[in-house]
């Protein structure tokens, strides 16, 4: 095992629809056993409409142009050199859950993984790249492994890559968006004893439900609810202006407007239908997943997750504890605390992040 980063500077990079974020890490002093971060680097840059839609890239040149511009000279910040870089797979062409296989441990390998991906998997096994992580004390029956299971279309692994290299970039890895997630939201090395969490990732374009459970991931699904839904559903019914749309929806959030009276029922129907989906998720984890510990809270994290009052709303309504999360906690730095709210669009860049400061050890 490497005792420091072969890769120095790596950093990491997520690829959304409609931005990059960049965050670099620097390991600092090790106090009780557990590493300190500094962000020398916090990076964002904006995507033209149509560059990557759904999570497909539809204009590979002018992503590639957007990732040079971030990587280039910030005002007083210095251009980033090092080609090193942990990126995400988005997660609506992403499949992730955690299974469980009828045999032991040290039969398990790659050959075993892609016959039982294909009783889970929605496409063709030929279709899609496979990763796998073998789970460590989920079951007490030693002839029963569990395994976290993840996959994405190959054209789609071959395109991200392909957009990296074209920027002189070189990918140590490429990891499933929620992943990168979890690692950011959930504290590290606390054990939750007969409870899960779900974290509720809320963005402009895409959002999902993660639910962790007993030191893993169990399974994730996407939401039919974002930013762009909201803006485009106040559009349809006010006859208003994009611009204007966003600007009313980040200054009422889930509270009444004055200029516009039917404002307010319109978001709330879209945030009740959001109650739904995230109930259906729960119980599909409760009903379907071997042992499930019941979700006592929910934390947020996406940058629609700031939506005024929404976290009182999902604690109204699904009677769980619904907080705003802190991206920074696992960096262990007081220097990085920002204020609430207002960095939960850098979850999963900074969960790459922390992947590539810590390559290869953390997997």
């Known amino acids: 095992m490497f005792i420091n980063n072969p890769f120095h500077n790596a950093f ?9 974020k960049l965050v670099r890490l620097e390991k ?26 759904g999570g497909e890239i539809r204009q590979p040149e002018l992503a590639r142009e957007k990732i040079k511009l971030l990587l280039d000279k910030q005002n007083d910040a210095p251009a980033i050199r090092t080609s090193w870089v942990v990126a995400d ?10 299974i469980r296989i009828s ?22 096994i ?68 007969g409870e899960a969490r779900a974290i509720l990732d809320l963005g402009g374009s895409r959002s999902s439900l993660i639910i962790y459970d007993k030191g893993s991931i169990q399974f994730s699904s996407l939401l039919n609810f974002s930013g762009d839904l909201i ?39 879209l945030s009740e239908k959001l109650v739904d989906n995230i109930y259906q998720a729960i119980m599909f984890y409760r009903d379907h997943f071997y042992e499930p510990n019941p979700v006592t809270h929910i934390t947020m994290s996406g940058g629609l997750s700031a939506l005024i009052n929404l976290d009182k709303f999902l604690s109204d309504k699904l009677q769980i504890e619904s ?28 969960g790459l992040a922390l992947k590539a400061a810590e390559w290869p050890i953390i997997k």
Not at 89 to 98: E, I
Not at 239 to 248: M, R, S, W
Not at 325 to 334: A, E, H, I, R, S
């Open 12 to 20: 990491g990079l997520d690829i959304g629809d409609s931005s990059l």
């Open 28 to 53: 600092k002093v090790r106090l009780s056993g557990r590493a300190q971060y500094e962000a020398p680097d916090i990076r964002q840059i904006s995507l033209p409409a149509g560059c990557i839609v």
């Open 89 to 98: 797979l988005p997660v609506s062409k992403t499949f992730l859950k955690l």
């Open 103 to 124: 045999a032991p441990e040290n039969e398990v390998n790659d050959e075993t993984m892609r016959l039982e991906a294909t009783k889970h998997l929605p496409l063709d």
């Open 126 to 193: 030929k279709e899609m790249d496979i990763d796998w992580q073998i789970i460590h004390g989920q079951t007490l029956k030693p002839s029963a492994t569990f395994v976290l299971l993840g996959a994405t279309p190959k054209n789609i692994v071959k395109s991200y890559s392909n957009l990296l290299k074209s920027a002189a970039l070189t990918p140590l890895a490429l990891e499933i968006e929620d992943i990168s997630i979890a690692r950011a939201m959930i504290t590290a090395n606390k054990e939750y004893q």
């Open 231 to 269: 803006d485009n559903t106040i559009i349809d019914h006010l006859k208003i202006e994009p611009a204007a749309a966003t600007a009313l929806k980040n200054k009422n959030g889930l509270n009444y407007s004055d200029q516009y009276p039917s404002y307010l029922k319109i978001v709330t129907e």
């Open 323 to 350: 907080t705003l999360g802190n991206v920074w906690k696992n960096l262990f730095n007081p220097s990085l605390e920002k204020e609430n709210g207002k960095d939960l669009a850098m979850a999963s860049a900074i």
